[in-house]
């Protein structure tokens, strides 16, 4: 019942900086930890960053000191920013939110990030 839907997400030239969001409908009580995950081609699904409800951050170590992820829990929104993209960024970004106390994941669709020149 809850929906995630990403935007954001394009064509961009190394270097160059990119700001996804995740807006999140549905029967939503609450959210606890949100997150954005990455697959590029040819290789597994992987965590780029996560937020909980009061703020707790992670980072993948390829991401750290570069994106920045931030959420609005009023709005049930997350965003992520991305700067000093490298080509290896080039990825479908997916946005995840985790519910409690129903302990249920919901996925987005993706969108599209694409570095190159």
């Known amino acids: 019942q809850v929906q995630l839907v990403e935007s954001g997400g394009g064509l961009v030239q190394p270097g160059g900086s990119l700001r996804l969001s995740c807006a999140a409908s549905g029967r939503i009580l609450s959210i606890y930890v949100m997150g954005w995950y990455r697959q590029a081609p040819g290789k597994q699904r992987e965590m780029v960053a996560t937020i909980t409800s009061g703020g707790r951050t992670n980072y993948a170590d390829s991401v750290k000191g570069r994106f920045t992820i931030s959420r609005d829990n009023a709005k049930n929104a997350m965003y992520l920013q991305m700067n000093s993209l490298k080509p290896e960024d080039t990825a479908i970004y997916y946005c995840?939110?985790?519910?409690?106390?129903?302990?249920?994941?919901?996925w987005g669709q993706g969108t599209q990030v694409t570095v190159s020149s």
């Open positions: 995840n939110a985790l519910l409690v106390p129903t302990d249920l994941s919901y």
